[in-house]
């Protein structure tokens, strides 16, 4: 099995995440719309559980590492996915099971 960087996979889970272009295009546009943030915290949650690292994601994604920060503190404050322990880092995140 060939060794895959973080960026070549976490581009393979975006088009799985988005197969349509004008998807990925909303979830890279500048606008802060309800729809964008909600396709963009769903984006961040499916990479973060993949172990990719925020700054892979903030490249991808072409915002601030800040700003996946941002979103993966939302995701674990409502409920969406759980640090193993409170300083773990992010990549060791994992979905939340109901």
């Known amino acids: 099995m060939p060794i895959e960087s973080a960026q070549i996979r976490a581009e393979r889970l975006l088009i799985e995440l988005c197969p349509d272009n004008a998807e990925f295009k909303k979830l890279t546009a500048k606008n802060r719309t309800e729809e964008r ?26 915002i601030g590492q800040g700003a996946v920060q941002y979103h ?10 759980v640090k193993p322990k409170r300083f773990a880092h992010w990549i060791d ?5 109901i």
């Open 93 to 97: 995140a994992e979905q939340v099971v």
């Open 72 to 81: 993966a503190r939302w995701l674990e404050k409502n409920g969406k996915i």
């Open 37 to 62: 943030i909600d396709l963009l915290r769903q984006a961040v949650a499916v990479l973060l559980i993949n172990g990719i690292p925020t700054a892979v994601i903030a490249k991808i994604l072409k």
